[in-house]
């Protein structure tokens, strides 16, 4: 069934986009290689590249000195597990607990705002902020899709 398929999507999705924030010094160490200053990217997209090793600087300091700070990252992938696991109920019965689907919609939509007000207050480029809101539009997509085949099944 398409509803179940889709749901199933969402939370790999979902666990997976959080598990990404436990190897941290991992993937902006890749990144710095990739995009940071003295990359390509730095000639096209100067803002970016800087960025990005600014990221992979502080990062890197934080891991060297305080790397109980990564616990945080840790929790956060964790949230990103039980909310994924939560999507149990409407895997089981999509009718039953269309709620589930409901409140996956809602995340999606107050990560929108969320990213906007605390971006800039902890100093986030704009065009990052811009990438952090597109988890939100990006994940409210198939969220909306499952919701309105839900609905069509329960008529």
């Known amino acids: ?37 003295g990359s390509l990217v730095e000639s096209a997209w100067p803002a970016m590249a800087h960025w990005i090793s600014f990221v992979y600087q502080g990062l890197n300091e934080i891991n060297v000195k305080y790397s109980f700070i990564f616990y945080g990252t ?5 949230a990103h597990v039980t909310l994924a696991v939560s999507f149990i109920g409407p895997l089981r019965d999509p009718v039953k607990n269309i709620w589930g689907i409901q409140f996956g919609m809602i995340a999606c939509i107050l990560l929108i705002p969320l990213a906007l007000i605390f971006g800039p207050i902890r100093g986030i480029p ?30």
Do not use: H
């Open 1 to 37: 069934m398409l509803v179940r398929g889709l749901i199933i999507f969402f939370m790999v999705a979902l666990a997976f986009s959080g598990l990404t924030a436990i190897p941290l010094i991992f993937e902006v160490n890749i990144l710095q290689k990739l995009m940071g200053d």
């Open 74 to 78: 840790d929790w956060l992938a964790f």
């Open 126 to 155: 704009f065009f990052w902020t811009l990438l952090d809101c597109s988890f939100g539009v990006f994940g409210i997509i198939p969220l909306i899709v499952i919701y309105r085949l839900i609905k069509r099944i329960a008529v």
